[in-house]
C-alpha cells in the first residue's frame, strides 16, 4: 500500500510558477491559447479548492483523491509543480483516508494556490518573450 509523502518536510526549492513551463506549453499552442487557458484556470481554481476542503470535511476519500489529481494535473500544466506535489500528497493520502496527512496539507494549499495565481496572473500581463 502506497504511503503518502510527508507534508511536514521542508519545502521545495522550486519556484511558486516555472515560467519556463509556461512558455513551453506557449511553443506548443501558442501565447493566446496558454493565456485563455490560464485565465479560465484562474476562474475555476476558488471552486476546486473549495471543493477539495468540502471532500475532506464530508470524509469523501473516493472523490477528494480525483479531485486532488485533476487539480494536480493543471497545476503541474502550468508549471506550479511544487503545488502539484502538495496535491499528490492528498490524493495519496485520500487513498488510504489518512484525515490527519490531508489536514496538514489543506492547512497550507488555500495561501501556495493564492502565490501560484498571482504570479500566474502576473505572467499573462506580461508582454510575450522576444
Given at each position: 500500500?502506497?504511503?503518502?509523502?510527508?507534508?511536514?518536510?521542508?519545502?521545495?526549492?522550486?519556484?511558486?510558477l516555472?515560467?519556463?513551463?509556461?512558455?513551453?506549453?506557449?511553443?506548443?499552442?501558442?501565447?493566446?491559447?496558454?493565456?485563455?487557458?490560464?485565465?479560465d484556470?484562474?476562474?475555476?481554481?476558488?471552486?476546486r479548492?473549495?471543493?477539495?476542503?468540502?471532500?475532506?470535511?464530508?470524509?469523501?476519500?473516493?472523490?477528494?483523491?480525483?479531485?486532488?489529481?485533476?487539480?494536480?494535473g493543471?497545476?503541474?500544466?502550468?508549471?506550479?509543480?511544487a503545488?502539484?506535489d502538495?496535491?499528490?500528497?492528498?490524493e495519496?493520502?485520500?487513498?488510504?483516508?489518512?484525515?490527519?496527512?490531508?489536514?496538514?496539507v489543506?492547512a497550507?494549499?488555500?495561501?501556495?494556490a493564492?502565490?501560484?495565481?498571482?504570479?500566474l496572473?502576473d505572467?499573462?500581463?506580461?508582454?510575450?518573450?522576444?
Amino acid at each position: 500500500m502506497p504511503t503518502p509523502t510527508d507534508p511536514t518536510a521542508p519545502a521545495t526549492t522550486r519556484p511558486a510558477l516555472n515560467p519556463g513551463q509556461l512558455e513551453q506549453l506557449c511553443g506548443d499552442l501558442g501565447r493566446a491559447a496558454v493565456s485563455e487557458m490560464a485565465g479560465d484556470f484562474l476562474n475555476e481554481m476558488p471552486d476546486r479548492l473549495s471543493e477539495i476542503h468540502r471532500l475532506h470535511a464530508a470524509a469523501q476519500w473516493n472523490d477528494l483523491k480525483r479531485a486532488a489529481h485533476s487539480l494536480k494535473g493543471l497545476f503541474a500544466l502550468f508549471g506550479a509543480v511544487a503545488l502539484s506535489d502538495l496535491l499528490q500528497t492528498v490524493e495519496e493520502a485520500a487513498g488510504v483516508e489518512d484525515a490527519r496527512t490531508v489536514g496538514t496539507v489543506l492547512a497550507s494549499l488555500d495561501a501556495q494556490a493564492a502565490l501560484v495565481a498571482g504570479r500566474l496572473r502576473d505572467w499573462r500581463q506580461q508582454p510575450p518573450p522576444s
